[in-house]
């Protein structure tokens, strides 16, 4: 550990005049998931039926369902025909809505019919809107194992040093995303522009994947959160035990020690690869064609692209920026690619926009 902590030596300096919380704490966070979790509530169950309203009935109890429950209900009970019941769902029609509605439910009962001698239960993880009503986020199997956000949420800040700070949190329905920046592990990239290496950790409580995290890299200048993963160093599993957890938070903090230096080489030695600004709209142009962008989203970028130097840097930041209008799913899959960038031949975009350029 003796060889990491000199090979960074570098790259430790003062975090004065910079706040780098956002107002965030350990205590706040601890508090705005304690208060999540007040409203939420799981329910075990054999005697489900989905009914008329679009809901479930559960027991006696009727909820209502989220987009991604009845997707999850759909993807369990009628498997090779989601998109089919979907639509007949949505068709407004009694005959289309009975005829889903009768193949759903002999679905259901087909899971929980008796099995030897009992029958088998399904777990729904629920909430309470604060206007009384009840929907299911989940519907899931007995098998599923659970990893609430306060047990993530514990494991991370008992493997927290004191250098280690807490800058951005979502929580959600499904689940939730903590950035946590290491206030040692810093480098001002370019003038005014110090950057700092983050753990990305995400969990679901709702089955689309129990845990997650990724190194990335955290812009002081952006101080509203942009969080840009450079690192193929990850780990995400969708059923993970407590010590798999433990040991992943560990793994993490100590390859972001690791990786540190590379990472900060990479993003000074973009910061010299410039662009003639009549190649950095070419230039994202065929960058747009790898990552298989909407023209809409091309233009966006282009948009950034225009108040930040023409560098290869410049671009990078252009493409995370724009990637917060996108839907979650697209915003990650986004920031992946612009990780990638990051350590790409990007000298091979230049090229061909020089290229594509009309002569004269």
Known sequence: ???????LKSVQT????IDLKGGLTWDNIRTRIATDDQYKKDL????VVFNWEGGLTIGNKTFDLTGHALSQLLSRFTPSAVRYFKRLLSDGTVTSYALARRCI???IDSYVEPSRGGRKELLFRTRQLPNG??????????RYQILDNHEILGGIVSKMSASMTPARLVISDTGFELM???RLLTEEVAKDDRNYIANFYKNSETGNGSFGYIIGVFRALCLNGMSLPVSTHGFRVSH???????????????QSFVKAPSIFAKLKESTQIELPRQLVNPTIQMVSLDGKWTSEFESQVKAKAVTENPTKYGIIQAITHSAKSLSDEKFVETEAFAG?????????YVKQASQALPVG
């Open 1 to 7: 550990m003796t060889r990491i902590f000199t090979s």
């Open 14 to 17: 003062s975090t004065s005049g």
């Open 44 to 47: 075990e169950s054999s005697r």
């Open 105 to 107: 439910n002999y679905g």
């Open 133 to 142: 009503k009840n929907i299911v986020r989940s519907v899931l199997t007995d």
């Open 180 to 182: 946590v920046i290491d």
């Open 240 to 254: 993970v035990s407590k010590s798999d957890m433990n040991g992943a938070i560990e793994d993490g903090i100590y």
């Open 340 to 348: 990638k960038l990051l350590f790409s031949d990007f000298s091979r």
